[in-house]
């Protein structure tokens, strides 16, 4: 038995999104009005010796009275799409694709890339010698192989300059064009190859089913932030960065654990291994420092997201963080350190990934648990980032910027800093020095707040969800005449373990930075009703 199926076609499409806001100052609710300002001089004069200024000892007002955006991008696409199954058991499918856009450079290397895939699918089980396996309902393996693309968002990148309004006072009239984002007109697709080997499975009356996969994808011309020649007057442009390869399996199971009478219980698994490298980068000029290093998220030969950092060498009698060099030395002056210092921590995305859910049903009544886990990344911990400048009220001025809020409240380790000779011997937070000018001399803080010693493990296991459901019964539904009555009750977001002892929750903190979200640790609990007629 032959089945073959063809679809050729073109496509064109074009999406133009346009919003626009205003903001007044000074308005009344009651009396929907608003006070005069004079934009025209608070926006490029300011006004001179304000209690917090923000531009030079003058405080500027904000252009934001008006703002409007207009974002336009158009596809042009030709795609072929075929399948051949023989027999029920052999199956093979293709596909091809042209795409052209205006996200792209002119150039005609940068245009006109192929997208395509081939695949096959052979059902095991349906052979002949197969049918005495009376155990196995289902089996099948698959193998494909493809090539995708990936264009960078609109408004990040063009063949022309885009350009941007701004206000300044050495302009006529006070206004003015930048050059927002500089044109590229080599910016390619960014084209990932995936080789995919699947095998499906159905066992025991189908009691227990799943998949597994292996797969290696190699990502090249990588979208990202370029670096450039500075002579151009740009620090970096949207570009292709470098390659990337990414190898792992998956597992997903599904199991029907007990099916008697009116109760039934499932459990959904699954999990996913990851390894990342980074196998070539595109840079402007070659990291040379430990400063450089610790801030760099993408290094060739590593994985992406990487984390590095310094090795902590505690305090001195004077309470400023020291290193240890890759030569044994321990330092604490400034700009010293070189590349090989700075210690490789790990990646701040899951090496492993998955969940399990169990789903029981008895009757009307619905319960599923949905658990959560990622585990072998890392992240940054939140620790003290105020060491210099002038205390006011428990907010922080930062005296070398001028005035200006640094940021709120101090953090909590600011109260475990280092503050006599000796104390060096139990704390590794730096001592405070008002004068920034002193600090910065003598020391760098950096030494202690991209130390190794505040890389934790990002390791965690966490409770997504909790649902009890009631449905009610049809002799209900009827007098209400109603489809369907649904009862729902939810708690979410419960932690079960976590590897870091700080009580950071991974999921609400940014890894590179440090810095914790507000929105962590929020459990919630809901109730909802759904109802069908």
Known sequence: ????????????????????GSLVR????????FGAVDYATLGVTGVTGPVMPNNAGRSILTNDIFNQADRQTR????????????????????????????????DKSAQNKPIWSVGGKWILSSERFMKDLMWLNHLATRATYGLTGNSPAPGTAASYDILATQRSSFLPGGV????????NAKLTWESTSTVNLGLDFALLNNQISGSVDVYRKKTDNLLGYLPTNTFTGYASIVGNLGDLENKGIELSLNTLNIRKGDFKWNTIFNVAYNKNTITKLNLGAPVTTGRDRVNQQYVAGYPAFAVFAYEYAGLDNMGDPQIKLADGTVTKTPNVSKVNDAKYMGTYQPV???????VFNYKSFSLSANAVFNLGHVMRRDVNGFYYGRILHGNIENLSTGAGFKGGNLHADFAARWRQPGDESHTNI?????????????????????????VVSASFVKLRDITLGYSLPALLL?????????FRLQLSNVMLWKA????IDPEFISATFGNRSMLANQNAVSFGLNVKF
């Open 1 to 20: 038995m032959h089945q073959l199926s063809l679809l050729v076609g073109q496509e064109a499409q074009e999406q133009r999104e346009t919003t626009n």
């Open 430 to 454: 730096p001592s405070y020095v008002a004068n920034p000018a002193i600090s910065t001399a003598r020391r760098d803080v950096t030494h202690y707040t991209r130390g190794d010693i505040n």
């Open 26 to 33: 000074g308005y009344n609710d009651l009396l929907q009005s």
């Open 478 to 486: 009827d007098n209400l005449k109603a489809d369907q009555v649904t």
């Open 500 to 503: 870091n002892k700080d009580g």
């Open 352 to 358: 492993w990934s998955g969940g399990v859910a169990n």
């Open 75 to 106: 596809f042009t696409s030709y795609y072929a799409n075929t399948g051949y199954t023989f027999d029920r058991k052999y199956v093979l499918n293709g596909s091809f694709r042209v795409d052209q856009s205006n996200l792209f450079g002119l």
């Open 176 to 183: 003015g064009l930048r050059v927002a984002t500089p044109s």
